[in-house]
């Protein structure tokens, strides 16, 4: 099976159809991706062509009619369109929320588009989580220590401390500081990104 990470030939399939392939065996019947997907060229076979769409995470052998070139360096801020890092259709700029104004004060808008997007706002958190998290909060001027860093600080003069929320239960799991609030989010509260990363880092392991 041809392995499509490290490939850089970047179609777009504008039909949205092809047959799917799980290892090496192709779908008798077509099934339907969103149209302008993104996908790398695996086979050029005749009148068809294998792809892999990172958006489906699966092989699909696709007609040449249905797809076109692409020029992913003429996609994102200062183009017309974009590509959702989830699910790696190219869409209009309008699609994407805007994030922030950057310092040349061009708008920036987000990596995912509203659609993928809406799977994450829909996990706000309850009021009464909310009331909760209120309620427990260490008070300003106290000594404190974060869980994770284990980090001391004096609250609300030299560490912020956040209330963490758990996202997919809309929870509230407790405080910490800033930085490991982030840091969690980052890895998106995600126990087998977290193992990956402390693989990674013992992997890569040297002492001074
Ligand atoms: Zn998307
Ligand atoms: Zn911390």
Redesign the pocket.
Same mark, same amino acid.
């Given at each position: 099976m041809p392995n499509p990470i490290g490939s850089s030939q970047w179609v777009l399939c504008t039909e949205g159809s092809g047959y799917a392939c799980s290892h090496g065996i192709r779908d008798a019947i077509p099934s339907h991706f969103p149209k302008n997907s993104l996908a790398v060229v695996l086979e050029q076979v005749e009148h068809e062509m294998l792809l892999f769409l990172p958006?489906k995470n699966q092989q699909f052998f696709v007609r040449s009619q249905g797809i076109e070139q692409v020029d992913i360096y003429s996609t994102g801020k200062g183009f017309q369109k974009k590509i !959702?890092n @989830? !699910?790696f @259709?190219l869409?209009s700029m309008d699609e994407f929320q805007v994030n922030q104004t950057d310092a040349k004060g061009r708008k920036t808008r987000r990596p995912? !588009?509203n659609? !993928?997007r809406q799977d994450i706002d829909r996990r706000a958190i309850p009021n009464r989580e909310k009331k909760e998290a209120k309620r427990l909060r260490p008070k300003k001027g106290t000594l404190w220590q974060c869980s994770i860093c284990r980090k001391m600080g004096i609250v609300g003069v030299n560490v912020k401390v956040v209330a963490d929320h758990n996202h997919y239960a809309g929870r509230w799991r407790g405080f910490l500081c800033d930085s490991c609030n982030t840091g969690i989010g980052r890895f998106r509260d995600d126990e087998n990104i977290l193992r990956n990363a402390l693989a990674y880092l013992k992997e890569h392991e040297e002492y001074p």
């Amino acid at each position: 099976m041809p392995n499509p990470i490290g490939s850089s030939q970047w179609v777009l399939c504008t039909e949205g159809s092809g047959y799917a392939c799980s290892h090496g065996i192709r779908d008798a019947i077509p099934s339907h991706f969103p149209k302008n997907s993104l996908a790398v060229v695996l086979e050029q076979v005749e009148h068809e062509m294998l792809l892999f769409l990172p958006g489906k995470n699966q092989q699909f052998f696709v007609r040449s009619q249905g797809i076109e070139q692409v020029d992913i360096y003429s996609t994102g801020k200062g183009f017309q369109k974009k590509i !959702c890092n @989830v !699910c790696f @259709v190219l869409k209009s700029m309008d699609e994407f929320q805007v994030n922030q104004t950057d310092a040349k004060g061009r708008k920036t808008r987000r990596p995912s !588009c509203n659609i !993928c997007r809406q799977d994450i706002d829909r996990r706000a958190i309850p009021n009464r989580e909310k009331k909760e998290a209120k309620r427990l909060r260490p008070k300003k001027g106290t000594l404190w220590q974060c869980s994770i860093c284990r980090k001391m600080g004096i609250v609300g003069v030299n560490v912020k401390v956040v209330a963490d929320h758990n996202h997919y239960a809309g929870r509230w799991r407790g405080f910490l500081c800033d930085s490991c609030n982030t840091g969690i989010g980052r890895f998106r509260d995600d126990e087998n990104i977290l193992r990956n990363a402390l693989a990674y880092l013992k992997e890569h392991e040297e002492y001074p």
